[in-house]
C-alpha cells in the first residue's frame, strides 16, 4: 500500500492511505539520503510504501524519491541533520509589520533559502485589522507589498482574526501542499484555522512562547485540509536554512539580482563594491529596494542561514 506521512513522534509514523484510511506504521530498513546523515529517516510529506501486519498496524519498506526537502542541521557536534518535511508545493512566509514586527532582513532570508530550495514562496502578510486606523503602518505595508511584488513574490494582505481574504488563501492551498512558516505569534495556527474550521490548531497568547520549554523537540505536522490538501505548521520556526551555500551563488537566489548580473563589468562580480557594477547601479537608481541590497550585504558577510528555532535560544 501506499500513503503519505502526516506525523511522525519518533519511532511511529501516522500515514495517510491513498485509501483515506490512516495507519500507525514503523520502519524496517536503512533509510539514507545521499550526502547527509539524518536523525530521522522518514519526514512529513514523504510518500511511502507500507505492508499491513497482523495486529492492524504497518510497516514502511520504502520511500518514493523526494521532489525537495528542507533540513535542519543538528546543534551538536553529531554533523546529524533533521528533515522537517518533504515534497511541498509552496511555501507560505506569514508576515506581520506589528506584534510581533518581521522584519526584512528576516523576509529576505527566508525567500533565498526558499529560493534555494526550489520551494515557491508566498508572502501573507496577516493581522491588518490591528492597523486599521493606522494611516503610516498601512502605507509601510503596501511599500512592502510593492518590492516583493515588483520582485515576483504574490502578496496577500489578511486577517485571520476578522476572516478577511482568507478565501484567497483557501483557493491558494487547495490540493497542494503548503509549508506555514513565520515568526512565533504572527498568527500561523490561526490563519489554518480560518481557512478550516474543523482544525482546532492550538494559538497562543505571543508571550507564550518566551515560556517554551527549551529542548522540547518540535515535530512539524501535516494537517488535511476539509478542502482538499494539506498544511504543515511548523511551530517555532524561526527561519529555514541551509546546510551549505557558497557565496557566488546567493546572488542566484535573488531574482532581481540574478536577472542582471550578466550585465556586472567582471563575471565573477560579487556586487558588493567593484567598479561597473549592474546590481549596485540598479540600487542607486531604485530598481532594486535598498532594504533587499541591505539583506544581501548581511548574508554575504556571514549571517547564520541555518535554521534557528525559537526553542533553542
Ligand atoms: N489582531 C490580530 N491578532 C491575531 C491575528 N491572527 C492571530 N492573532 C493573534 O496572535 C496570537 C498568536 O497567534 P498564533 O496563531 O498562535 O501564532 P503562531 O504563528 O501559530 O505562533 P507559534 O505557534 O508560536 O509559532 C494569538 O493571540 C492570536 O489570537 C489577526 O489577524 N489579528
Ligand atoms: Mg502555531
Ligand atoms: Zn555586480
Redesign the pocket.
Known amino acids: 500500500m501506499n500513503g503519505v506521512v502526516i506525523k511522525s513522534t519518533g519511532s511511529w509514523y501516522s500515514i495517510l492511505a491513498d485509501d483515506g484510511t490512516a495507519i500507525e506504521c514503523r520502519i524496517k530498513g536503512v533509510f539514507r539520503i545521499k550526502g547527509i546523515k539524518t536523525t530521522n529517516p522518514v519526514a512529513v510529506g514523504d510518500r511511502v510504501a507500507f505492508e499491513m501486519e497482523a495486529d492492524g498496524r504497518g510497516v514502511i519498506h520504502a520511500i518514493e524519491d523526494r521532489k525537495n526537502y528542507i533540513i535542519r542541521r543538528s546543534i551538536n557536534l553529531s554533523k546529524q541533520s533533521h528533515i522537517i518535511a518533504a515534497n511541498m508545493d509552496q511555501a507560505f512566509l506569514?508576515v506581520t509589520l506589528a506584534?510581533p514586527r518581521t522584519s526584512a532582513g528576516f523576509i529576505d532570508r527566508f525567500l533565498l533559502t526558499a529560493e534555494a530550495y526550489h520551494i515557491p514562496a508566498t508572502i501573507i502578510f496577516?493581522?491588518?485589522?490591528?492597523f486599521e486606523d493606522e494611516p503610516d503602518l498601512m502605507q509601510e505595508l503596501h511599500d512592502f507589498m510593492a518590492i516583493y511584488q515588483k520582485i515576483g513574490y504574490p502578496c496577500y494582505k489578511?486577517?485571520?482574526?476578522?476572516q478577511s481574504d482568507i478565501d484567497i488563501l483557501k483557493g491558494l492551498t487547495k490540493d497542494k501542499i503548503t509549508l506555514v512558516s513565520?515568526?512565533?505569534?504572527?498568527?500561523?495556527?490561526?490563519?489554518v484555522n480560518a481557512m478550516d474550521a474543523k482544525l482546532h490548531?492550538?494559538?497562543?497568547?505571543?508571550s507564550?512562547?518566551h515560556f517554551k520549554g527549551k529542548h522540547t523537540t518540535t515535530f512539524a505536522e501535516m494537517h488535511a485540509l476539509n478542502y482538499g490538501g494539506f498544511i504543515i505548521?511548523t511551530?517555532?520556526i524561526k527561519e529555514l536554512g541551509l546546510v551549505d551555500m557558497e557565496k557566488e551563488e546567493i546572488t542566484d537566489y535573488f531574482p532581481e539580482m540574478h536577472a542582471i548580473k550578466d550585465q556586472c563589468k567582471f563575471n565573477n562580480c560579487l556586487h558588493i563594491n567593484e567598479p561597473k557594477c549592474a546590481v549596485i547601479a540598479a540600487v542607486e537608481n531604485g530598481e532594486i529596494a535598498q532594504s533587499r541590497y541591505n539583506s544581501y550585504l548581511g548574508i554575504m558577510s556571514g549571517e547564520e542561514l541555518d535554521i534557528v528555532y525559537e526553542n533553542d535560544k
Open positions: 506569514i506584534l496577516n493581522k491588518t485589522d490591528l489578511v486577517s485571520a482574526i476578522k513565520g515568526h512565533s505569534g504572527v498568527g500561523k495556527s490561526t490563519l490548531l492550538k494559538t497562543g497568547e505571543i507564550d512562547s505548521d511551530p517555532g
